[in-house]
């Protein structure tokens, strides 16, 4: 995969050479997948429709955001 990010934020993450920002980004993902996949799980059953699923999806991500402590999407 390859991802674009703002160049101002390119120019930040570059001066954190202590940062391995590969891992930051798969824990993302990873975060973001697991979130999504118990979604699915939870509603397998229900009659929400996508957009109801996606805002859960963001309450999820937002929570497991501030659990950690790490700004949301």
């Known amino acids: 995969m390859t991802f674009s990010i703002p160049e101002k934020l ?39 429709t996508e957009h109801d699923v996606e805002d859960l999806a963001d309450v999820v991500d937002t929570a497991m955001a501030n659990h950690f402590g790490v700004p949301s999407a």
């Open 10 to 48: 390119k120019e930040r993450a570059q001066k954190r050479a202590d940062v391995n920002w590969s891992a930051v980004v798969a824990q993302a993902i990873e975060e973001r997948l697991n979130g999504l996949e118990l979604l699915d799980r939870i509603t397998a059953k229900t009659h929400l």
